[in-house]
């Protein structure tokens, strides 16, 4: 059951799809009783709320004040129907995650999925997206945690937790430098190179350990996707340099190598817990909260690889 007016609805499902047959069709409506709410709404409140043009419906700035204020109820709904369950004991909830692309699989995926085993009722919603992206959901209270890396480089955000994650060389096991217990940049000139795409917040670092190196990749693939140079790295394609956490999972599966750099001279990433200082959380959100900062903790502790 909806708190919200019938026009609410209307005119956001509108709203998403810029056209009121479009709108229509996903309420199962017809576009004659939608714009007549539309008409009547505008009506009331004195003021248009769309301009209608040829190639559908745009949002006048009071459309788009009223828009702004639909989703923030709609926010804080979720919110108090979240306390109601709490009230009567409940232990379930909705809660809205944001990580980046390499927490997918491992530690943190695991833990998601105890969560899901511990509390039945509850309701994740998981949302892959970049350190930057996140950050922004964040701010604007469309998530209630993000886990991202370099927290830092976002302003107005609460961190909860973190650890702080080395840059190494990811090999396949078949490699000829697999066994080796360090290995400076140099020692990787002859080698084909993964870069990781500009997009990736361990592409600044990597691309600093080059230039301090001297060393000119010619030879490369450059690839913004974390697991796809995965992929390029066991099927002994070339080599990468990453951050732990982007192949911590399948070096425990014995599917990658990873390797330190000899005195490391790169800063280290940081996996940190995020949410909004302005946001209220959820008991439900909460309790994932503390799940995930003990998730975090484990990976802290896993460390690398001895020099």
């Known amino acids: 059951m909806s708190p919200f007016s019938r026009f609410a609805l209307y005119y956001l499902a509108v709203v998403r799809h810029g056209s009121l047959r479009k709108a229509a069709e996903q309420l199962h409506i017809s576009a004659s ?47 108090t129907k979240q306390r109601f369950d709490e009230i009567q004991g409940l232990q379930r909830g909705k809660v809205k995650i944001g990580l980046v692309q390499a927490l997918n699989q491992g530690e943190i995926a695991d833990c998601l999925a105890h969560l899901t085993e511990l509390y039945p009722k509850l309701t ?17 209270a469309n998530l209630d945690v993000g886990l991202l890396l370099d927290p830092g480089e976002i302003a107005g955000l609460e961190v909860r937790s973190f650890c702080e994650l080395e840059v190494g ?3 396949s096991p078949q490699h000829p430098l697999a066994n080796e217990k360090s290995l400076r940049v140099s020692d990787l000139h002859a080698q084909r190179h993964i870069l990781p795409g500009e997009d990736l917040v361990v592409h600044g670092r990597v691309i600093a350990l080059y230039q301090r190196a001297a060393l000119s990749v010619e030879n490369a693939i450059v690839c913004n996707d974390i697991a796809l140079i995965r992929r390029f790295v066991m099927k002994n394609s070339g080599v990468a340099m990453l951050s732990r956490i982007d192949v911590q999972y399948d070096v425990e599966q014995n599917n990658l190598v990873f390797i330190p750099l000899h005195n490391n001279p790169a800063t280290p990433l940081t996996l940190a817990l995020c949410v909004a200082p302005t946001r209220q959380l959820s ?17 802290a502790g896993k460390g690398t690889p001895q020099r």
Do not use: H, K
């Open 283 to 299: 008991r439900a959100a909460q309790r994932v909260i503390q799940q995930l900062s003990e998730s975090i903790e484990v990976i």
């Open 169 to 171: 060389v990811a090999l």
């Open 33 to 79: 009783a939608i714009n007549r709410q539309i008409l009547q709404a505008e009506e009331s409140l004195g003021t248009p709320l769309f301009e209608r043009l040829t190639e559908g419906l745009r949002m006048t700035t009071a459309g788009e004040l009223l828009y702004a204020d639909l989703l923030r109820w709609q926010r804080e709904f979720e919110v």
């Open 124 to 140: 994740l919603e998981v949302v892959i997206d970049s350190s930057q992206a996140i950050g922004e959901q964040l701010r604007a």
